[in-house]
C-alpha cells in the first residue's frame, strides 16, 4: 500500500485539502480517504488542517508523510460551520478541492478536474433543492409545506429558487469569488431565525451544526451553479447505501445502483428495506421510472449516519496497517 502514498510530485497547480478535528476517528478516515487516492492520483498533493489532537496523533505515528503539509486549525475553525464558512482561508494550490474525511476514492479524478476547471468556485450539489433539505426529516415536512415556508424563505431574502448543495466536494480556484460566497454564507447563518432552516443537532447522532442551506443561498444569491451532483457515469459523489452498493472489502471495485428517475432513487435513504423495496417496485411499472445503471463514482460519500459501519471498518483496518509495526 505504501508506494502508492510516497511516489508523488509536490509541486502543482491543482492539490487536495481535507479538514479533521473532534474524536480520532475523522482522522482516520481523512487517512483512509488518501490511501483510496493514491491509487489513482499519485501527483497531485494533498494538505490537512487539523486540529492540534490530530496533529499530534500524525506526529506520534510518523504519518505526516502522507500530506505534503500539515497546517494546525485554530479552535474558531475546526467545526462545519467554522471551516467552510472560511474556504477561502484554506486555499493553499491555485485550483483546490476540499474534500470531506467520510469519502473514498473509486476512480481517476483526471476527468473531474478537467471538468470542473472552468468554474471559479462550486460545490456539487442538485439543481433544485428537495423538501427535506435543511429543514425537518420526518413527516412534519408537511407543516413546512402547507405553510408554504421554503417559499416565504427565498421571498424574504430576494431568491426565486434554491439549491441541494452537497458540500462533501467543494471546487474553488479564485480567492475572491470564494471570499464572497462565504460571507455572504455567514450573513445568511447569522439570520437563521428569519428562515425555515432547522438546526442539524435536531437530528439524532448530529452534533454539528449545517452549513450547507447558507452555503446554498450564498450561491443563488451569487448566480453561481452547482455542479451535478447525480450525473450517471460521471457522477462525482455517490452516496454509500449498503443495498444500493456492490464493493469489495478494501473499496478497490464499487458499484452503485443509480436510478434514471430522482425520485425513485431518492427511495435508496429510506431505513426500512422492505417499504423502500415496494415502493420502488410499483414506481417501477410506470414508463421509465425503473431504469437504472450501476455507476462507479469518483467517490462513494459515507453521509449517512446510518450507514457509516463499512467505512470505520475500512478506516481502522488503515490505521492498524500504519501504526501497527
Not at 496523533?57 to 500530506?67: G, P, T, V
Not at 413527516?139 to 462533501?168: N, P
Not at 423502500?276 to 469518483?298: A, E, F
Not at 460519500?301 to 501497527?324: D, I, N, P, V, Y
Request: glycine content about 6%; overall charge positive; proline content about 3%.
Amino acid at each position: 500500500m505504501n508506494e502508492h502514498l510516497t511516489n508523488f510530485q509536490t509541486k502543482s497547480p491543482e492539490g487536495y485539502v481535507y479538514a479533521s478535528y473532534g474524536s480520532a476517528g475523522y482522522l482516520k478516515n481523512v487517512i483512509s480517504s488518501v490511501i483510496t487516492l493514491r491509487r489513482y492520483d499519485t501527483k497531485r498533493p494533498v494538505i490537512l488542517y487539523c486540529s492540534k489532537e490530530h496533529q499530534k496523533l500524525l506526529d506520534k505515528y510518523s504519518l505526516e508523510y502522507l500530506f505534503k503539509s500539515v497546517e494546525v486549525l485554530s479552535a474558531e475553525h475546526a467545526s462545519i460551520p467554522g471551516f467552510k464558512h472560511n474556504i477561502h482561508m484554506f486555499m493553499p494550490f491555485e485550483k483546490n478541492l476540499i474534500l470531506d474525511s467520510d469519502i473514498v476514492w473509486c476512480r481517476d479524478p483526471n476527468t473531474l478536474w478537467q471538468s470542473l476547471s472552468p468554474y471559479k468556485f462550486t460545490i456539487t450539489g442538485n439543481e433544485k433543492a428537495d423538501v427535506f433539505f435543511g429543514g425537518p426529516k420526518g413527516f412534519s415536512v408537511l407543516i413546512d409545506i402547507l405553510m408554504r415556508r421554503r417559499e416565504r424563505t427565498l421571498k424574504r431574502f430576494g431568491l426565486s429558487y434554491l439549491s441541494r448543495v452537497q458540500a462533501g466536494m467543494i471546487y474553488a480556484a479564485d480567492k475572491d469569488e470564494t471570499s464572497k460566497i462565504c460571507e455572504l454564507s455567514k450573513l445568511f447563518f447569522k439570520r437563521q431565525d428569519e428562515t425555515h432552516f432547522r438546526s442539524r443537532r435536531e437530528e439524532k447522532g448530529r452534533e454539528e451544526e449545517s452549513c450547507e442551506w447558507s452555503l446554498a443561498m450564498a450561491m443563488a444569491s451569487s448566480k453561481i451553479q452547482v455542479y451535478p451532483w447525480l450525473n450517471g457515469y460521471e457522477s462525482p459523489q455517490l452516496d454509500f447505501i449498503e443495498s444500493f452498493t456492490q464493493y469489495s472489502t478494501g473499496f478497490e471495485d464499487v458499484k452503485c445502483l443509480y436510478y434514471s428517475d430522482q425520485f425513485v432513487y431518492d427511495l435508496k435513504g429510506l431505513k426500512n428495506r422492505t417499504i423502500q423495496k415496494i415502493l420502488i417496485r410499483i414506481l417501477s411499472m410506470l414508463p421509465g421510472k425503473g431504469d437504472h445503471l450501476y455507476v462507479t463514482p469518483y467517490c462513494l460519500h459515507f453521509g449517512w449516519m446510518h450507514q457509516k459501519e463499512a467505512l470505520k471498518s475500512f478506516s481502522e483496518s488503515c490505521w492498524r496497517e500504519l501504526t501497527e509495526k
